[in-house]
């Protein structure tokens, strides 16, 4: 069998191989099955001529090139999510309805911050800046007839605020023990969730559950906040 006869099989192999890419439904699949399409038809286009056909051979480059990045992100999304022990305990209280990665790429938005007992974190009748979740420890919220109501862990400071953009209507402050809250800033969180439509809704469903809980909760103490499952 000679050179002729080997490129020309190797051509009618790549286009075989493509026309499963074609009609594979996994993109995974499809882009392996357009790579080693790529690598067979190469031996045509460099052998079958008097001369490489080196346009055509760049272009099969490229585009093998981008298959192999593609291929790689996808291997990066698709890794396990490794939470910590406090980003998994505040995942199963509060954000279980979220895919780990989607969460995990939500609190690496904000900061966290240790907060000494007594410090006050939020002042009634002010334009709050950021929304905080309690990630550590308890906050306590000094209602108007000086009552103190327990934000406990998972609880957040300031979503009434986020919600509908008025002033706070209470102020916060650490409890008796050393507390750490996860902090986003409010205009950066909503830019960040402003083309993430299904996130959005999503978070939207939690701080709501979240205020609802803390609303029907102001005559008795609440030991946990139960979240949207939704």
């Known amino acids: 069998m000679n050179n002729w006869d080997i490129n020309i099989i190797l051509l009618n192999c790549a286009y075989t191989i493509w026309l499963a890419a074609f009609v594979a439904k996994g993109i995974v699949w499809l882009r392996i099955f357009t790579i080693i ?7 045509y286009y460099f052998f079958f001529f008097d001369e490489p056909l080196w346009i055509p051979l760049s272009w099969v480059g490229i585009y093998t090139v981008i298959n192999m990045v593609m291929l790689f992100l996808i291997y990066l999304e698709s890794r396990p999510i490794k939470l910590s022990e406090i980003e998994q305990k505040i995942y199963q209280l509060t954000f279980k309805s979220l895919e780990q990665r989607v969460f995990k790429k939500l609190i690496d938005q904000g900061s966290w911050e240790e907060l000494q007992p007594g410090v006050v974190i939020v002042n009634r009748d002010s334009d709050l800046d950021s929304l905080m979740l309690v990630v550590k420890g308890e906050a306590e919220v000094v209602l108007k007839n000086t009552k103190l109501k327990t934000i406990p862990l998972g609880g957040f400071i300031g979503e009434q605020s986020f919600i509908t953009g008025d002033k706070t209507s209470a102020d916060v402050t650490t409890g008796k023990e050393a507390t750490t809250i996860l902090r986003w800033d409010k205009r950066s969180l909503r830019k960040y969730l402003a083309n993430k439509g299904t996130l959005k809704d999503s978070i939207d469903l939690i ?13 008795e103490e609440q030991k946990e906040i139960k979240h949207s499952t939704i």
């Open 37 to 43: 399409g790529n690598i067979f038809v190469v031996p």
């Open 207 to 219: 701080l709501t559950a979240d205020l609802i809980f803390k609303l029907r909760g102001m005559d």
